[in-house]
């Protein structure tokens, strides 16, 4: 960085104190309970703080490790490299994460967003390997550009804002997807006094099928599984629309796409046997409602076995009913839509701002 800007270079050692957490003993109940939050990488949600966690340590837990303060600064340094988040509150972190508390030269919140900034630079100095790994003491020498804390402040302030615009238009989008839930359960208790199916009478679920590598990332149509879009593909295997329902892994979740598609092997695509009685959008929310996780029978990796789901029943309400649930439901999701198509700008601007700011192309104006 240049020096006439005022902006210097640190090694993360010199900016804090690097803490490595620890795992407790699983087998010790005594250090498992009621006390400190117990942060490990899937407590990382991309928001600026970790919030909730899955785990707690208690008091006699806490020591045998370190406990850290509020606004340490934690990154991932193992298998996942470079997530960053900010404790909220004293806590403590397992091996994966190293936690920097910071000193007086940089404040926390600009030590998150220079993280935040620097992950791909971070990754890479862990190598590429099977687990990537990057110790403490190569941690401690990466190497940070930093301003004049007024300066710090200032680009906090900027990126904060846009931070909780993020994090308002996520609360809408999440308060949105409740009322869709809602409408949906409210929608199918209403109809279960009717006539019952069973599933197999109705639809059959086939197998999709799997891509190589050098099959994907060529085409318009999407290549769909339990969780939506998961790449592109030059062909389409279903004529859509379509409805894709978990079958290994996360089973029973169910994405409803209107586009022709390629349905993954771990998933079954749906044929109905008789479409002029069953709106197919309609149906995707039924077995949404009916939850086929439930009906895991697997061992291992959880399986939906057809078979069985083909056993469960349903009520059918006349067409025009169905047409009349699409309607309200799919009106509630333009809503949803609409709002993470502002989230999608704005990240965006966040991540515009993130490249001018902490990287000295642009400065900002201290009073």
Not at 326 to 338: P, Q
Request: with cysteine; proline share 4%.
């Amino acid at each position: 960085m240049n020096d006439a800007n005022n902006w210097k270079t640190f090694k993360i050692g010199q900016l804090g104190e690097v803490v490595t957490g620890i795992t407790p003993s699983t087998k010790n109940e005594n250090f498992w309970g009621e006390g400190y939050p117990f942060v490990t990488p899937s407590d990382f949600t991309g928001s600026k703080y970790v919030v909730k966690t899955e785990r707690s340590i208690t008091q006699e837990g806490a020591k045998t490790g370190r406990i850290i303060p509020k606004d340490s600064v934690m990154v991932t340094c193992i298998a996942t490299i470079g997530e960053v988040s900010l404790a909220q509150s004293e806590c403590m972190t397992n091996q994966q994460i190293n936690a920097i508390i910071p000193g007086e030269r940089v404040s926390p919140q600009f030590l998150y967003y220079a993280m935040l900034f620097n992950k791909a630079r971070l990754k890479r100095s862990a190598g590429i390997t099977v687990s990537p790994i990057i110790k403490k003491t190569s941690f401690e020498r990466f190497l940070i550009d930093i301003p004049p804390v007024p300066e710090q402040k200032k680009i906090v302030e900027i990126l904060s804002t846009v931070d909780e615009r993020i994090e308002n238009t996520n609360e809408k989008i999440n308060k949105i997807k409740k009322i869709r839930k809602t409408a949906i359960n409210k929608f199918f208790l209403n109809y279960n006094n009717e006539k019952k199916y069973k599933l197999g009478e109705i639809f059959s679920l086939e197998y999709g099928k799997g891509l190589s590598e050098n099959m994907r990332k060529k085409g318009k149509y999407p290549v769909m599984g339990s969780n939506g879009i998961i790449d592109w593909h030059s062909e389409y295997l279903v004529k859509g629309p379509g409805i894709v329902v978990g079958r290994k892994g996360t089973i029973g979740a169910v994405v409803y796409t209107d586009s022709d598609f390629w349905p993954i092997d771990t998933a079954y695509y749906v044929e109905v046997k008789n479409k002029e009685k069953v709106n197919l959008k309609w149906l995707s929310y039924k077995l949404e409602n009916l939850k086929l996780n439930k009906l895991n029978m697997a061992t291992g990796v959880p399986g939906l076995n057809r078979e069985i789901v083909y056993e469960q029943k349903i009520s059918i309400p006349e067409i025009s009913l169905q047409n009349i649930v699409v309607k309200n439901i799919s009106n509630i999701e333009k809503r949803i839509i609409t709002e993470e198509t502002k989230k999608e700008v704005l990240i965006k601007i966040k991540k515009s701002l993130m490249n001018d700011l902490l990287s000295g192309k642009k400065r900002v104006r201290i009073p």
